[in-house]
């Protein structure tokens, strides 16, 4: 990992990134900003920060639309008094509601002002409100239940002022003002159902981008444990047999007498025991990097989050410490950003100074200055891993919007149990 001085490489995880900078194994213990603590968003607050609105008109809209227009024109047929006019407004009306998903309250307006204009100038029966009750429904699905209330109510009165003002007249008010109420508690319904929807696929899509964390997480619990348990039982007593062979040993040179073959060698295989044992216990705790920020990224990508990695100064190899510090860094913003940020992209730096290593991950997700959230276990663990190093960590929502994440690690001193710690 060399490089001049002032280089900047910016990789956008499209598969054919290096697999350069710090680096340390695959995730381990995933940390998160702790749900219960932060508040998870509910089902209205999935559709706020989860729908992208879509523009484009598909087939199914425009022939609903088509077929909306056609049942009122059909019933405006059998009035004697329909005219040229009349037939232009419930084709508006009616086509209005093909481009639903592109402007839903313009659909409402041109609906509610087209369906009032034909009800005041040819009094129509109830059907004539079919067009004003999809785009009422529209309305409320998105969000704008009060705007379409006020478009209903604003239909309800000009149908009853096209009427003759008698009971007839009011019970035909009575059944319309019941069909837009069901019209707003289907398109409320309707919401609340698509958002459940989203939320359910987040989810998912969670569950299989923590999935191989948790494998591996499992893994170094095993190997730690397996470590533990040779050291406690096969150290001790291998330990134990070469103490003897060499108190042996000793005291038949005291004496004068030629030391044992069968001690010598034994004393010998378990020097060479302990020396193989400790490796294979130093190769179950290891904690190297096999990885690396990079590698991160195009993984994010891979699993549906927008994600990015630049990388200025000049780039070098860190220490062991360092390495670690900086991919666990990057793998809990990343982690955190695909549980808490919504539909939001990430921004990895890695800014490589004389004297120190500064890591930045920031996302312009839904994370509010307003209600910033508790340190849960992951934040935790990463001011616990730069505090180590004698570094400093700031995270926090940013002013704009969306969550930061800035790290300072100083390169001279990996910090006083970096390596070596046992």
């Not at 309707?190 to 899509?205: F, G």
């Not at 793998?331 to 955190?336: A, D, G, R, V, Y």
């Not at 704009?400 to 994440?405: I, L, T």
Request: proline share 6%.
């Amino acid at each position: 990992m060399t490089g001049e001085r002032g280089e900047s490489r910016v990789r956008a995880g499209d598969g054919r990134g290096e697999s350069r900078g710090p680096a340390a194994h695959e995730p381990g213990e995933s940390r998160d900003r702790a749900a219960d603590e932060r508040g998870e968003p509910g089902v209205q607050g999935v559709q706020a920060t989860g729908e992208r609105a879509e523009t484009r008109v598909r087939p199914a809209d425009l022939l609903g639309a088509v077929l909306v227009a056609a049942v009122v024109l059909t019933a405006a047929a059998f009035d004697p008094g329909t005219t040229l006019l009349d037939q232009v407004l419930i084709a508006v009306a009616g086509g209005a509601l093909a481009l639903h998903r592109r402007a839903p309250r313009l659909v409402l307006a041109v609906t509610a002002a087209a369906g009032t204009a034909y009800v005041l100038h040819a009094g129509p029966g109830p059907l004539a409100a079919l067009p004003v009750l999809g785009g009422v429904h529209i309305a409320a699905r998105v969000g704008h239940r009060a705007l379409g209330a006020a478009a209903g109510g604003v239909f309800l009165a000009g149908f009853a002022l096209s009427g003759s003002g008698g009971r007839e007249t009011a019970e035909k008010v009575a059944l319309l003002a019941g069909w837009f109420l069901c019209a707003v508690v289907t398109g409320l319904a309707d919401r609340n159902w698509q958002a459940y929807l989203r939320q359910t696929e987040q989810r998912a899509l969670e569950a299989e981008r923590t999935r191989e964390e948790a494998a591996l997480r499992r893994a170094g619990e095993e190997r730690l444990r397996i470590a533990r348990e040779l050291h406690d039982s096969l150290t001790h007593s291998i330990s134990i047999v070469k103490l003897q062979a060499g108190v042996a040993v000793h005291l038949a040179r005291k004496r004068g007498e030629e030391a044992d073959p069968a001690l010598l060698a034994i004393q010998e295989a378990g020097g060479e025991a302990m020396r193989e044992l400790r490796a294979t216990l130093g190769a179950l705790r290891t904690d190297e990097p096999t990885g690396s920020p990079a590698v991160l990224v195009e993984r994010a990508r891979a699993a549906g989050l927008p994600a990015s990695l630049a990388v200025t100064g000049g780039e070098r190899p860190l220490p062991a410490p360092v390495e670690r510090a900086a991919y666990r860094i990057v793998q809990e913003s990343l982690t955190n950003a695909a549980r808490h940020a919504g539909p939001a992209e990430v921004r990895v730096l890695l800014d490589y100074g004389a004297a120190r290593l500064a890591v930045h991950v920031e996302d312009d997700g839904a994370a509010d200055p307003a209600r910033p959230p508790r340190s849960g276990t992951g934040l935790t663990g990463m001011r616990e891993r730069v505090t180590a190093l004698g570094g400093t960590l700031h995270t926090g929502p940013r002013p704009e919007g969306g969550f930061a994440v800035r790290a300072e690690l100083p390169l001279g001193d990996a910090g006083p149990g970096a390596e070596g710690a046992r």
